[in-house]
T-cell receptor, first 113, second 117 residues
Framework: GDSVTQMEGPVTLSEEAFLTINCTYTATGYPSLFWYVQYPGEGLQLLLKATKADDKGSNKGFEATYRKETTSFHLEKGSVQVSDSAVYFCATLSYNQGGKLIFGQGTELSVKP | GAVVSQHPSRVICKSGTSVKIECRSLDFQATTMFWYRQFPKQSLMLMATSNEGSKATYEQGVEKDKFLINHASLTLSTLTVTSAHPEDSSFYIC?????????????FGPGTRLTVL
């Protein structure tokens, strides 16, 4: 079945550092891909998405490009802030499982001043 | 747009009681809602998929008689944890999606922290 694999956390960075969180997926067809962010004690917020190959999703300085050839959707930000500290989830929409979201295990990011 | 609310945000109850959690889509009609459970420092576990006006579809291993789901309208789904026990303590999150499996984006509620004493 469809699956998502993220790099393990926690990831600890200094403020203004460059961020990459790797995400790869296995799926049939051309699924939509998502990054969600979860701040402590809260639900998930959609950060960005891409619906087809070579699409780039972007929001709040974060970017991710849908790479079908490498089945990847890595999350990047050029300069992180303390307020970016959260858990980030990569997800794919599984059309062959009734439209369910398949989540990665989440990557905790901690940004130090 | 695309706001989903949950109520209550936090609930503490005694073992053996039932707890109802509401999930509402505030500015769109949600033909499908999903209920997830999340343990500390873990990913979300899908419990069930709820379609308006029909019975929920439960994931393998989820007790349908314990976790009652009702999706009575296009903006409201409820999860009732019946005869709750301490092992049911968890963070419950709902999400909502507009019509069609290929309408891709799910919007999540803020979650409900359930503590069973």
């Amino acid at each position: 079945g469809d699956s998502v694999t993220q790099m393990e956390g926690p990831v600890t960075l200094s403020e203004e550092a460059f961020l990459t969180i790797n995400c790869t997926y296995t799926a049939t067809g051309y699924p939509s891909l998502f990054w969600y962010v979860q701040y402590p004690g809260e639900g998930l917020q959609l950060l960005l998405k891409a619906t087809k190959a070579d699409d780039k999703g972007s929001n709040k300085g974060f970017e991710a490009t849908y790479r079908k050839e490498t089945t990847s959707f890595h999350l990047e930000k050029g300069s992180v802030q303390v307020s970016d500290s959260a858990v980030y989830f990569c997800a794919t929409l599984s059309y062959n499982q009734g439209g369910k979201l398949i989540f990665g295990q989440g990557t905790e990011l901690s940004v130090k001043p | 747009g695309a706001v989903v609310s949950q109520h209550p945000s936090r609930v503490i109850c005694k073992s053996g009681t039932s707890v109802k959690i509401e999930c509402r889509s505030l500015d769109f009609q949600a033909t499908t809602m999903f209920w997830y459970r999340q343990f500390p420092k873990q990913s979300l576990m899908l419990m069930a998929t709820s379609n308006e006006g029909s019975k929920a579809t439960y994931e393998q291993g989820v007790e349908k008689d314990k976790f009652l789901i009702n999706h009575a309208s296009l903006t409201l789904s409820t999860l009732t944890v019946t005869s709750a026990h301490p092992e049911d303590s968890s963070f419950y999150i709902c999400s909502a999606r507009t019509s069609g499996a290929r309408t891709d984006t799910q919007y999540f509620g803020p979650g409900t922290r359930l503590t069973v004493l």
